[in-house]
């Protein structure tokens, strides 16, 4: 199994942008798929979540009304769409993905593959 990230670059604050996810090596249309992200020196964090089939989706409080998570089954793609973006949006965003349905609010452990992280930087 492997997750793909791409989109991160730098932006400044106020801009919108939006990263992918490819995903390979696993029947995507039966995970959950996730945003997570780690800011430095700080721990990794839940973002967004959604589920199979892509009608119902989880954000953390800090991204609500911000960021929108979606996916395409038929591409295998899960998508990050943030807008307003802050400085302290800052950080490396990783793909996750799970099979089973776990209480929120998500935690790492909740997820059995993750991708390798794309930085994204918010200039003021």
């Known amino acids: 199994v492997q997750l793909v990230e791409s989109g991160g670059v730098l932006v400044q604050a106020g801009d919108s942008l939006r990263l992918s996810c490819a995903a390979f090596?696993?029947?995507?249309?039966?995970?959950?798929m996730a945003w997570f992200r780690q800011a430095p020196v700080k721990e990794r964090e839940f973002v967004a979540d959604?589920?199979?089939?892509?009608?119902?989706?989880i954000y953390a409080d800090s991204v609500k009304g911000r960021f929108d998570i979606s996916r395409d089954n038929a591409k295998n793609m899960v998508y990050l769409q943030m807008n307003s973006l802050k400085p302290e949006d800052t950080a490396v965003y990783y793909c996750?993905?799970?099979?089973?349905?776990?209480?929120?609010?998500?935690?790492?452990?909740?997820?059995?593959?993750w991708g390798q992280g794309t930085q994204v930087t918010v200039s003021k």
């Open positions: 996750a993905a799970k099979m089973n349905y776990r209480p929120y609010p998500a935690k790492e452990s909740d997820y059995e593959y």
């Open positions: 959604i589920q199979q089939s892509g009608r119902m989706a």
């Open positions: 090596g696993l029947t995507f249309d039966s995970y959950y």
